[in-house]
């Protein structure tokens, strides 16, 4: 992979206009992969206002990971919970968005529906049950935040599959999720 270090008004013009890029003084930059910048180049852009009076404050984090049904645990009854292992949202984020963008059927039972959770509030994620007992591989939408966006402690994403009966009859699945939000 081709890298290049861009710094000082060649970043500021990759921000604020990067049509330029196509053609004059940066037409090098055609055909590479990855651009770079250190640091402390991309903390001078940080609160910094750009084109058109978009400033610069933040990150969007997006967190991905897909489980298999043997993952979850079985709470008993009904339930099956995973933690997600991939990362968890920290102090000071805002949450955005959630999305299931892939599910292999959770089989086994009539019906099983995910929510999307921190722990102690099972759904502070999505604003629904999304059906994971059919497969879409295309993905599901997961409707909106329902609790508390900003985040004053870390938090350890959980899903929650619930059944028809008892989770233990559930004998195949997996669902992608990503988890949107900003530092």
Known sequence: MAKFKLAG????????????????????LDGLS???ASAAELNQLDNTTLTAGITLTASVVKLTQTVGFAAFTDGGAAVGTFPLTVGTIPVGAVFLS??????TGFAGDESAALTIGDGTDVD???????DVFTTAAAGVAAGIPS??????????????ITTNADFTSVSA???????????
Request: proline share 2%; charged share 10%.
């Open 9 to 28: 008004q060649a970043l500021r013009t990759l921000i604020d206009a990067p049509e330029t890029l196509v053609t004059g003084d940066f037409a090098v």
């Open 34 to 36: 990855a651009l770079t």
């Open 98 to 103: 959630a999305a299931v963008t892939a599910v």
């Open 124 to 130: 502070r994620y999505n604003t629904s049950t999304v």
């Open 147 to 160: 609790g508390v966006t900003y985040h004053a402690a870390a938090k350890t994403v959980t899903l929650t």
């Open 173 to 183: 699945g997996s669902v992608t999720v990503e988890l949107f939000y900003l530092t």
